[in-house]
């Protein structure tokens, strides 16, 4: 199927029919500002979707209203067996955890009772909320600290500690929403580590940021949105092939014959550019284009030293698609 209601590229998605979440056509306005135009997405059961925008792009707003805190002016979320927010609110927000892009947490409270609190709030029976807490508290590395307030906490403590709330209720559905803002390396790895077996138990996740380096190292697809619109979605490798071309080959050359002429040697590889001693070919597929490369500048007498290469980034993506730099 292709995923709904796009306006910028749409990437066919293979086989895209066991969705646990669908949304379509979401839209939302703050008077005169539209801060989410029209924005669809779909995620599977044991992926990471990350929304990848610039600040102001309409991701917490999107996130938002996927969570059910929001109210969209259009559109809606549908979860796997047509359950929705308007045919069934509760049985829908028990399906879903956030992790909003604010801190959310009862300072003075201990930790424990923080993430007790958020169980109860979904109607755990008790000896399933003090089962469920422990378990969190565990899987977040915060055991040792459950008596402590968060008060008493780190930045990446306290993003640790609200991760813990948001899956308390053993949702199927995790939205985080900017969830390494003001994290330090440490617990950002923790986080990374967390959402990575969450992944591997089958829940699904929508990751927003604007850090491209996390969208590549965790997001097994990508929504990019920009100005309240999807601009582009799909694997990595679906948005690297809307570049022109997405690795480059650089050839340092040793030596050159005195009568080469550059324009025919280099006639045929598109993208080149010589800086001294060496040349940059954009390729679109190294593996294949590799080859041709060194075999038309051997032909003609270019002796070759070096080889390196190097690859687009996400940020290539978006500048490609928008016209601008992702970040400010
Ligand atoms: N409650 C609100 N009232 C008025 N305008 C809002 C409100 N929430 C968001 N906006 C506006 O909507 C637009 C999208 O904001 P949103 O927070 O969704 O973007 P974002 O992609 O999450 O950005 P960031 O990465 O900075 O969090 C922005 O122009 C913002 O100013």
Redesign the pocket.
Known sequence: MRLPSMRGIEIPEDGMNDEVLVATGLR?A??D????HEVGLALRAGEVLGLL????????????MISGLTVPDAGHVTLAGGVSLAADEAGYKRRIGLVP?DIALYEDLPARMNVALFGALYGLAPDVLKRRTDEVLAMVGLSDRAADKPATFSGGMKRRLNIACALVHDPEVLLL??PTAGVDPQSRNAIFDNLEMLKRAGKALIY?T?YMEEAERLADRITI?DR?RVVASGTQAQLFALLPAAQVLQVEIAGEPADIDWTAALQGLPGVTRTGQRLDVAVADLGRDAGAVLAALTERGVQVRGLGTARAMLEDVFLQLTGRALRD
């Open positions: 939302k703050y008077g500002r539209v801060a989410v925008g610039p600040n102001g792009a309409g991701k917490s707003t999107t996130v938002g892009q929403d900017e927003t604007h949105v309240g």
